[in-house]
């Protein structure tokens, strides 16, 4: 592990979900100098189990794939360190890393050649203590992705919560497993009547009131309203937004789209010199296929571009 502003890194790698592992598993098995720091929040580790991950016919549990992914990459060299990363800065053709946490470098500031942003996105979450949501999560009873399971939710019971347009099209898409979709909100529907109608069209219920109390027990989401009464699902899918892990990329000047997403190149290049993004922080589709794929897509950009600047690339 590089130790000095003499020895820098190839690579840091920000984030150690699927795009950030698979990227350091290619740097690694390039002979790069690679480094992960991950603070341990990512949204792959709460997946009871994901069944739409080919090569996995029977499913695998998050926190399984993330600890082979971590596994894997270890094998090759890179390194692996809960962290994490606080601050990113342009200096000397390098870019220097401040990192915080108890697995943390003796030697600061980390410097690299480059970096690659795999910071992810964070769910907007329903008013549950962390206890009770992540109990709600494991129990596959609270969900956040309908691409990702709602193969399993065929024929269930499903509330959607998430008053707005947004929320509705979550709804409209579950759908198509299921004929029993309730649309709910934290604080009422704002659709306006074109919405509303559509929602008719597709066959949406659309909860009378906010949701006042929120129950999960004996494999049943129990809702209550503020009116009173009382709803009854199999499970239950939060459409309330997300958020983007951006700080660190705004530091070093990258563009955003819409003030949220990184923007990239085909390659996954940023628009600040040195700097890579991969995973959910793209604009892109919020999958674990697609994260790995970017990872990789990120690896090899990174692993040429280093070449290039080294003099060692032969371009066909």
Do not use: W
């Not at 606080?86 to 697995?103: K, P, S, V």
């Not at 049943?220 to 239950?236: C, Y």
């Not at 571009?305 to 003099?311: G, I, P, T, W």
């Amino acid at each position: 592990m590089p130790d000095s502003a003499a020895d820098p890194l190839d690579c840091l790698i920000v984030g150690g979900g699927p795009a950030g592992l698979t990227a350091a598993l290619y740097l690694a098995r390039f002979h790069r100098r690679v480094m992960v720091v991950d603070k341990g929040e990512g949204r792959l580790q709460m997946i009871p189990r994901t069944h739409n991950l080919a090569g996995y016919p029977q499913g695998i549990r998050g926190a399984d794939l993330l600890s082979e992914m971590r596994d894997q990459a270890a094998r090759y060299g890179a390194a692996l360190v809960q962290a994490e990363v606080t601050a990113l800065r342009h200096a000397d053709g390098l870019i220097e890393a401040e990192i915080a946490g108890a697995g943390a470098p003796l030697a600061q500031p980390v410097r690299a050649r480059t970096v690659l942003l795999a910071t992810g996105v964070v769910n907007h979450r329903p008013p549950l203590d962390a206890a009770t949501h992540d109990r709600a999560v494991a129990a596959g009873l609270l969900r956040y992705c309908p691409i990702c399971d709602g193969y399993e939710q065929s024929g269930k019971r499903i509330a959607v919560l998430g008053g707005d347009r947004h929320g509705l099209a979550e709804a409209v898409f579950l759908r198509s497993y299921s004929r029993d979709v309730t649309l709910v909100s934290l604080t009422g529907l704002a659709l306006d009547p074109a919405e509303r109608a559509e929602a008719d069209r597709a066959g949406v219920a659309l909860a009378p009131a906010p949701v006042s109390h929120f129950g999960f027990d004996e494999g049943e989401v129990r809702l209550t309203l503020a009116d009173g009464s009382q709803h009854v699902f199999d499970t239950l899918y939060a459409a309330l937004g997300t958020h983007t892990r951006n700080r660190l990329g705004e530091m070093l000047g990258t563009r955003l789209v819409d003030g949220e997403c990184f923007v990239t190149d085909a390659h996954q290049r940023t628009t600040a010199s040195g700097v890579y993004a991969a995973g959910d922080a793209v604009d892109a589709l919020d999958q674990i296929g697609i994260a790995i794929g970017t990872g990789a897509r990120a690896a090899v950009a990174i692993h040429n571009d280093l070449r290039a600047r080294d003099d060692e690339l032969l371009v066909p």
